[in-house]
T-cell receptor, first 118, second 112 residues
Framework: AQKVTQAQTEISVVEKEDVTLDCVYETRDTTYYLFWYKQPPSGELVFLIRRNSFDEQNEISGRYSWNFQKSTSSFNFTITASQVVDSAVYFC???????????????FGKGTLLTVNP | EPEVTQTPSHQVTQMGQEVILRCVPISNHLYFYWYRQILGQKVEFLVSFYNNEISEKSEIFDDQFSVERPDGSNFTLKIRSTKLEDSAMYFCASDRQGGVAFFGQGTRLTVV
């Protein structure tokens, strides 16, 4: 069965600090997708990134970067120069493909509450 | 930019009543999902729907739950006889080709 672990329940930083959110996953599949979603206080789930299991290249998007390492089954997320608006719950998620490709359900971690203080 | 729309944003219902949560997925998407998030907890998969039928359902999705895509645009989740423990945020999501699931803003269901 697939599983996503976000060991950090809460992180608090001061604005402009860098912060890394950890994500470790378990799956028996060789083909899978990894995601990060942001849930701000307003409650919606905002897609941030998807990586497929064959692409271990790290990605940078502005102040956000992601480090995918299959050897350690980790997909960590770093925010550089954090801002107050980054305060949210961040979820890591894993998607496997069921037989026939009829379902790409997400398994979420428990989330990390990031608080960025001014 | 296309988005997934859910109505209502908040629903209060009495225990034992039926509720229908409505979703309009993104128009060219093929995969549809319902997820649930009990307050302060993680997001949990309920059911997936593809090619006009349920493709997978979780243990949570018991006989009290049903989904429909009645008219090719709407996607509904019905809870027949609500229980207190059904109180949660319910998210609808859609996905074009098994890639990225885009979520609606959620319906907060409160059962009293």
């Amino acid at each position: 069965a697939q599983k996503v672990t976000q060991a950090q329940t809460e992180i608090s930083v001061v604005e402009k600090e860098d912060v890394t959110l950890d994500c470790v996953y378990e799956t028996r599949d060789t083909t899978y997708y990894l995601f990060w979603y942001k849930q701000p206080p307003s409650g919606e789930l905002v897609f941030l990134i998807r990586r497929n299991s064959f692409d271990e290249q790290n990605e940078i998007s502005g102040r956000y970067s992601w480090n995918f390492q299959k050897s350690t089954s980790s997909f960590n997320f770093t925010i550089t120069a954090s801002q107050v608006v980054d305060s949210a719950v961040y979820f890591c998620a894993l998607s496997e493909v069921n037989s026939g490709g009829s379902n790409y359900k997400l398994t979420f971690g428990k989330g990390t509450l990031l608080t960025v203080n001014p | 930019e296309p988005e997934v729309t859910q109505t209502p944003s908040h629903q209060v219902t009495q225990m034992g009543q039926e509720v229908i949560l409505r979703c309009v997925p993104i128009s060219n998407h093929l995969y549809f999902y319902w997820y649930r998030q009990i307050l302060g907890q993680k997001v949990e998969f309920l059911v997936s729907f593809y090619n006009n039928e349920i493709s997978e359902k979780s243990e949570i999705f018991d006989d009290q739950f049903s989904v429909e895509r009645p008219d090719g645009s709407n996607f509904t989740l019905k809870i027949r006889s609500t229980k207190l423990e059904d109180s949660a945020m319910y998210f609808c999501a859609s996905d074009r080709q098994g890639g990225v699931a885009f979520f609606g803003q959620g319906t907060r269901l409160t059962v009293v």
